[in-house]
């Protein structure tokens, strides 16, 4: 961070003009997309820009891209060592880092969007993302939903749990314990790298988002088979604060980062059901050769006794991640009651 005083710095005249169209405070962010990726890129951007809106132009922010700093995944420590005062990208990607940031991006038979940013911002879930990431010296705030995920991209198709064992699949976060689970390998792989990986046959299939980003990734030329989801249904973005940094800061200034992070995030979820709307509608027309297929039941079920085991042991690992799920399963109960009452019987009464 860089903090420049223009007032006094003007006494000496010559430095007038240059910092005439500087900002007060000057912050660097780093993302994990490539240079103007769609949605999760470009809200990026965005916020950047919204931030510098809302300040009045006396918060700038430089926001770096992976093609600038070469590490998709390394966002978690840019921030926590203040290399970068804010990032931008997907909690369970660190669970290397620290196991219990597994559980704030979604949760495999977990929370809906609606449902999951009710846990965090009224069901306690935000309190508990910042005591976990408090540790390591950060701070911070939901940045946008790509709702209901796909369960991703085969080549061939899955009509039992044994056609999954040895399966080779980009798939992070929980979603890829859970695969482990029943047989597949699971690793991870950054946006940028994907489509090359699955043609090369570095894997089998992969996950990625679901019609608002995957079509335009052409992952229907080798793998045709495109299930429907169980494993991401609310997959949250999220920004990351050096606390130093946040704590080093004037109020308001805090509070436009903040803010503004939080309706950043409702901009790219909106923005995320439009994409997946839209692509979804071309699915026929321009990419008659995709298959969709569900899960059969058997597989569905083998995955939801795999997600039920990991989670005991998990709860066992530590009282932090003991009470993370204890949440999320009293909340999702709450929450999903009324769910079924609300949402699903209004889409059973009306029929389509
Ligand atoms: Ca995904």
Request: net charge negative; hydrophobic share 40%; glycine share 10%.
């Amino acid at each position: 961070m860089r903090k420049t005083f223009k007032s006094a710095l003007c006494i000496a005249a010559l430095l007038c003009t240059s910092l005439a169209h500087s900002a007060e405070i000057e912050l660097k962010l780093a993302h994990s997309w490539p240079k103007g990726f769609p949605i999760f890129g470009t809200s990026v951007d965005e916020y950047a820009s919204l931030v510098e809106e809302l300040s009045d132009g006396r918060i700038a922010i430089k926001v770096d891209s992976r093609n600038k700093h070469k590490a998709a995944f390394g966002i978690f420590d840019f921030v926590k060592s203040g290399q970068y005062d804010i990032g931008q990208s997907a909690s369970y990607y660190y669970g290397g880092k620290d196991p219990d940031t597994l559980f704030f991006t979604t949760m495999p038979f977990g929370m809906t969007a609606l449902e999951q940013y009710a846990w965090f911002h009224q069901g306690g879930g935000l309190e508990l993302a910042n005591e976990v990431y408090a540790k390591h010296g950060i701070e911070v705030m939901t940045g946008g939903n790509t709702t209901m995920q796909m369960g991703g991209w085969f080549s061939k198709e899955i009509g039992s749990v044994a056609d999954l064992e040895g399966l080779k699949m980009r798939i992070p976060g929980f979603g890829g314990k859970v695969m482990a689970g029943v047989g597949a390998v699971p690793t991870n792989i950054p946006a940028g790298e994907l489509f090359q990986a699955l043609e090369r046959g570095t894997i089998d299939a992969l996950e990625w988002v679901g019609p608002s980003l995957d079509l335009r990734m052409g992952f229907h030329k080798v793998a045709p088979y495109y299930y429907t989801g169980w494993h991401e249904p609310s997959t949250e973005l999220m920004y990351f604060f050096n606390k130093k940094t946040m704590d080093s800061l004037p109020t308001w200034a805090r509070s436009v980062l903040l803010n503004a992070a939080k309706l950043t995030g409702f901009n790219m979820t909106v923005q995320s059901q439009h994409e997946s709307s839209v692509n979804w509608g071309l699915i026929t027309t321009e990419y008659p050769n995709i298959e969709v297929r569900d899960f059969p039941a058997d597989v569905i079920e083998a995955l939801r006794e795999s997600n039920n085991a990991l989670l005991k042991v998990e709860a066992a690992r530590s009282e932090m991640a003991s009470r993370i799920i204890k949440s999320q399963a009293d909340y999702l109960d709450t929450t999903r009651a009324w769910t079924l009452i609300g949402d699903q019987a209004y889409l059973n009464n009306i029929g389509k």
